[in-house]
């Protein structure tokens, strides 16, 4: 679900997520927008990856699960106060102009996170049960 519905936002707002970092003339602001699309990439496609894989036996993969969840939102927090810092202004209108960015810029990297904590709770309480289980044959 967390593939479906952020490639439906990037579908539905590809100037938002397709920008050239190239074209800036700022450097901070490049690599700002280089940050901002590794960031959704992971978030969007990594992610989902990565709990696909721990679905499929590999629990190594969730250890990579805020990784995947935090670069994007972090990103923007930089991009907003690169803005405060150059403008005065904090460009934070697209969250009430746009309210499925209230999803994919909070509550998504909020969510993944909290799956991951469980996760890993989940997988250290079943490794040790299998210590445990081992330590009694």
Request: net charge neutral.
């Amino acid at each position: 679900m967390i593939f479906i519905i952020f490639w439906l936002v990037i579908a539905t707002f590809p100037n938002f997520f397709f920008i050239n970092p190239q074209n800036q003339v700022d450097p901070l602001r490049r690599a700002e927008l280089v940050l901002s699309t590794i960031g959704w990439i992971l978030i969007s496609t990594a992610a989902p990856i990565c709990l696909l894989i721990y679905s499929r036996g590999r629990h190594y993969a969730i250890k990579f699960l805020p990784l995947t969840a935090l670069v994007w939102p972090i990103s923007l927090v930089i991009a907003q106060v690169t803005s405060y810092i150059q403008t005065g202004y904090l460009y934070l209108e697209y969250l009430t102009q746009f309210p499925i960015f209230v999803f994919t810029d909070i509550a998504l990297p909020i969510l993944i996170v909290i799956i991951w904590v469980d996760l890993r709770e989940h997988h250290s309480k079943q490794m040790e049960s299998a210590v445990d289980a081992v330590g009694q044959i």
